[in-house]
C-alpha cells in the first residue's frame, strides 16, 4: 500500500465527517426556517435545496482541495498521518559501481499528498556529475521504484535517463537508512546505492553552504567508504625493479703462448710430411715410444736384467714348495 494515500483518504473522511455533522446539527432548524419562508412554495423549497447542495459541494471541495492541503504542508501534520512510513528529508547516497564511488545528496520534499524527489551526485573532488529528478514512482512500502532524469546530460553519455529501487529500513520509528540499486537506462552496470537520512539541522544547514557541505560529505564519505574524502582506493602496485648498473667489461694482456702442441693439426708434422693427411696413430707407436723413453732415462737401469732376475726368483719359489705348479696343489 502506498502510504501516500492516506493524505487523499483523511481529506475525503474528515470534509465528509464535517458536514455530515453540520447537516445533523444545523439541519433541522434550517429546514424549518426555509419551509416557513418558502410559504408552502414547492419551487421556492427546491430552489433553496439546490442551494442548500451547492453549499455543501463548495464547502466540500474547499475542504479538500485547499484547506487541507494547506495542513498537509505542516511537518507535525505529515509525521502523524505517515507514522513509522515517514522518510521525507534530506538525505546522503552512497553510490557504488566498478568504475564509479560516489555520493548524492537526495531532497524528499512534501508535495500536498504525494512528494519530490531531486538530488545531485558529487565525486570525490566534490564536484558535480549529475542532476536527477524523479519523473514516475511507484512507492509500495517499503519499497519505491522510480525512473529519474538528468539535466546534465545532453544524452550522448547515455546518461540521460534512470531507473532505481529503493528499500526503507522497516522499524518503529521512522526511516532512517535504505539500500537499493541504480542503473541507467543505456548502461549495463548497476550501481549499488546506501541512504541515510540527515536528522541533525545543523548538519542539513551546513549543506547549503560550499564549506560546510565539504565538511558534511568528507564525514559521511569516511563513513560510507571506509577511506577520507579524496584518497583514492588502495590498488596493488608492483614494487619498482632496481635498474641494473652497467658493468665494465676489462679486457687484460693476451696470455702466453703455451707448449701444447695439437696433434691432429697438419701444423705439428714435420715439413716432409705436410702432404695435406694428417696420419692414424696406433697403439704399437704409443709402445715403442714408451720403451725408447725408459732406455734413455738418466738413471742408468737395464730393464732386460731386472726381468732375468725376476724370473729366476720365481723359479727358486717353486722348487722350494716342490716344483711343478703350486698352484694346482692341494690345499693343506
Not at 484547506?67 to 522518510?87: C, D, E, N, Q
Not at 555520493?103 to 549529475?130: A, C, H, R, W
Not at 541507467?184 to 539541522?201: N, P
Not at 545543523?202 to 579524496?230: D, M, V
Request: hydrophobic residues 40%.
Amino acid at each position: 500500500m502506498n502510504p501516500y494515500a492516506r493524505f487523499r483518504l483523511v481529506s475525503n473522511s474528515v470534509s465528509a465527517a464535517i458536514i455530515l455533522g453540520a447537516l445533523a446539527v444545523l439541519g433541522p432548524p434550517l429546514a424549518d426556517t426555509v419551509t416557513v419562508a418558502a410559504g408552502g412554495d414547492a419551487a421556492k423549497l427546491a430552489g433553496a435545496g439546490a442551494g442548500a447542495v451547492a453549499v455543501l459541494v463548495v464547502f466540500w471541495v474547499t475542504m479538500t482541495e485547499a484547506i487541507f492541503p494547506a495542513l498537509f504542508r505542516f511537518t507535525s501534520v505529515r509525521r502523524i498521518i505517515l507514522g513509522k512510513h515517514y522518510m521525507e528529508g534530506t538525505w546522503l547516497q552512497s553510490e557504488r559501481g566498478d568504475d564509479a564511488s560516489r555520493m548524492s545528496v537526495i531532497d524528499i520534499q512534501p508535495k500536498t499528498d504525494g512528494f519530490t524527489f531531486t538530488g545531485y551526485s558529487l565525486n570525490e573532488n566534490l564536484e558535480i556529475e549529475s542532476n536527477s529528478r524523479i519523473e514516475f514512482s511507484k512507492f509500495d512500502w517499503p519499497f519505491m521504484t522510480y525512473k529519474h532524469r538528468n539535466s546534465l546530460s545532453d544524452g550522448s553519455d547515455g546518461l540521460s535517463e534512470g531507473v532505481g529501487e529503493l528499500q526503507f529500513e522497516m522499524n518503529q520509528s521512522a526511516a532512517r537508512r535504505y539500500n537499493g540499486f541504480l542503473q541507467y537506462v543505456q548502461g549495463r552496470e548497476r550501481l549499488k546505492i546506501e541512504g541515510v537520512k540527515l536528522t541533525k539541522g545543523r548538519e542539513i544547514k551546513h549543506l547549503r553552504t560550499l564549506e560546510g557541505r565539504r565538511e558534511i560529505c568528507a564525514k559521511y564519505w569516511e563513513l560510507f567508504y571506509n577511506r577520507p574524502l579524496g584518497q583514492q582506493a588502495r590498488q596493488p602496485v608492483a614494487e619498482p625493479v632496481a635498474p641494473i648498473a652497467p658493468v665494465d667489461i676489462v679486457v687484460g694482456p693476451p696470455t702466453e703462448k703455451t707448449d701444447y702442441v695439437d696433434r691432429r693439426s697438419e701444423d705439428s708434422l714435420p715439413v716432409a710430411n705436410k702432404t695435406g693427411v694428417i696420419p692414424r696413430r696406433r697403439a704399437t707407436d704409443w709402445a715403442k715410444e714408451d720403451e725408447t723413453s725408459l732406455a734413455n732415462t738418466d738413471d742408468g737401469l737395464d730393464i732386460d736384467r731386472i726381468v732375468n732376475e725376476a724370473r729366476e726368483e720365481a723359479e727358486k719359489v717353486k722348487t722350494a714348495v716342490g716344483g711343478g705348479d703350486y698352484r694346482s696343489r692341494p690345499a693343506l
